[in-house]
């Protein structure tokens, strides 16, 4: 307690350089910190927009690359591609196809350009959409290829404010289509605002919006009865859409497959990559508080050379000598630890509101902080410490 006592008075005594000093400590140890809470909420934040989706969801997209040995049109999937993975693929629970192009929607209100997109019918309950208001597509409309189309919260909010949608007429090219569905709100993904788009029967969407497109769809999703079964519906796709394009031995696959989990793992090892970056960048920062906490502390021994002459020739210890500027160094990091702990909780509050995430900060990384800045004091003040207790009193009186 005495050392303690003794050195709260010393920084007292030099408290600018001892804010000054605690800076680079402060700043380390709030980087760490925020840098783990950003890692955890763009994890989670992700996590919670793929299984929106479906985790155990499995895209077919068309490899256009036309890598060497492929037939030329071969690159190209099909509503019988969709029809016999439906069949034959057991690990598969649903599957269903699309394809979208940008178009500029007209309502009686105003106009807006948005994704316009031919669906099936499976496309609702593999996609997870449901229905706020209205209905979905009835057989007759999708055999008929009827002017019928179901939007989302988006387009009904930029096309008609607060009116009701359901009833109403859009115009998209030449051609009126009514609107006979709101979907429920789903909200955005890394990659696309799910309640953006316009939904109408592929028929639909193809002899009015395309029709150069025959049966060609410009994706494939399937809904794997569970997530472990989505590694053997992979399987199973791939060789069933082999087997329908005649790829033999010899040939690549003219499509690509890849499973939301797939995803997850990618964007994971994304997020580990960064997150070690910035927190190597954090532990420079620390060091670089450490060598500063060192050259403070040499100083202090510097200036203070006839105390500790005096304190020696009254009987103190190299021990006592060495604990004495330990403790301070130890306290100049533990406070700067702390006051960095204090500084991450109103950045992440920050970030937080900023971002829209859920970041908290997480006790372990909150404990490692902690432990990396006393082991900071302990490091970078053993050396003024040893100088310290080292001093010949004699020499020591001499120069103070």
Known sequence: MTSLAVAIRALLAARVRALLTTLGILIGTA????????GTGARERIGAEIANIGTAAVFVFPDTGMRSGSRPGAAAL??????????DASAVHGVTVWSTLRARVHSAYDSYKTGVMGVDQEYFSVRGFSLAEGRGFSDSEVRAKAKVVVIGTTVRRELFG????????????????????????????????????????????????????GQRVQ????SARTTAHTTRAEEQIRTILRQRHR???ELPDDFVVRSQE???????????????????????????????????????????????????????RESDIMLQFLVEALLLTTVGGALGIGLAGIVSSALASSLGWSLRLD????????????????????????RAARLDPVEALRQG
Not at 172 to 192: D, M, N, Q
């Open 31 to 38: 980087a760490v910190v925020v840098v783990v809470a950003l």
């Open 363 to 386: 006790g372990a990384a909150i404990g490692i902080a902690t432990l990396t800045s006393v082991l900071v004091g302990l490091v970078f003040g053993i050396l003024p410490a040893r």
């Open 219 to 222: 994706l494939i999703m399937a």
């Open 262 to 316: 797939g995803f997850r793992k990618a964007q994971d090892a994304i997020l580990d990559m960064v997150t070690g970056l910035l927190g190597a960048v954090a532990a420079v920062a620390l060091f670089i508080g450490g060598v500063g906490v060192m050259n403070i502390m040499l100083v202090s021994v510097a200036e203070r050379t006839r105390e500790v002459g005096i304190r020696m020739s009254i009987g103190a």
């Open 78 to 87: 099909t509503e019988g591609d969709a029809a016999a993975i439906r069949t």
């Open 162 to 213: 607060q009116e009701p949608a359901v009833g109403q007429w859009l115009r998209i090219g030449r051609h009126a289509y009514r609107v006979v569905g709101l979907l429920s709100e789903k909200g955005r993904t890394p990659f696309e605002d799910q309640d953006d788009r316009v939904l109408m029967p592929i028929g639909t969407w193809r002899s009015r919006l395309s029709p150069a497109a």
């Open 247 to 249: 790829l033999g031995d």
